[in-house]
T-cell receptor, first 114, second 116 residues
């Protein structure tokens, strides 16, 4: 079984709709992250959480919100989706503890906003 | 300012040959980590290899090695004996600081195609 899972894997929605993407992990990591990837580009950090009570904005947090329901669960919400939020979204986890810390990624959610 | 630069949008290599994917980075922090990830066409991000700024030796993981030239601020990925399954996007990433409280920044990626 995958250590980091994301649901849904694909989603098509309309402008103005509220969307939630969910991430679960069984790695026991404290830290979780949400990224987006636009076609032909690298990943950009949306939000990250170092523990259940710690939520931080990344470089592109506008238009997004998150919820860390438990150590193992981190959800990303688009309150009112717009077409330029069409992208591939990744959840990642890490153990923490220095610059050696490696992030492990989920399979991604492909979101299309019409 | 761009933290991570990958100057090769696309690369081709013949099966069984070695290939080098370039990555340069920009930081004034003496402590940082460099990472390479592989993204096959299926979309997942697969961690390949890590190099710490204080590591004395270049990192190696199987057929992957990292040519770390600190003074030049480069961290090139070398794949030896390329296989068809190596065809994918490859991303270089960096995290600054000793306490892992900073963002991981990614380059734009290099698409590698292995020819039979």
């Amino acid at each position: 079984d995958a250590d980091v899972t994301q649901t849904p894997r694909n989603r098509i929605t309309k402008t103005g709709k509220r969307i939630m993407l969910e991430c679960s992990q069984t790695k026991g990591h404290d830290r979780m992250y949400w990224y987006r990837q636009d076609p032909g580009l690298g990943l950009q950090l949306i939000y990250y959480s170092f523990d259940v009570k710690d939520i931080n904005k990344g470089e592109i947090s506008d238009g997004y919100s998150v919820s860390r329901q438990a150590q193992a669960k981190f959800s990303l919400s688009l309150e009112s989706a717009i077409p330029n939020q069409t992208a591939l979204y990744f959840c990642a986890t890490s153990r923490g503890g220095g610059s050696t810390d490696t992030q492990y990624f989920g399979p991604g959610t492909r979101l299309t906003v019409l | 300012a761009q933290k991570i630069t990958q100057t090769q949008p696309g690369m081709f290599v013949q099966e069984k040959e070695a290939v080098t994917l370039d990555c340069t980075y920009d930081t004034s922090d003496p402590s940082y980590g460099l990472f390479w990830y592989k993204q096959p066409s299926s979309g997942e991000m697969i961690f390949l290899i890590y190099q710490g700024s204080y590591d004395q030796q270049n990192a190696t993981e199987g057929r992957y090695s990292l040519n770390f030239q600190k003074a030049r601020k480069s961290a090139n990925l070398v794949i030896s004996a390329s296989q068809l399954g190596d065809s994918a996007m490859y991303f270089c990433a960096m995290r600054e600081g000793p306490y892992n409280n900073n963002d991981m920044r990614f380059g734009a990626g290099t698409r590698l195609t292995v020819k039979p």
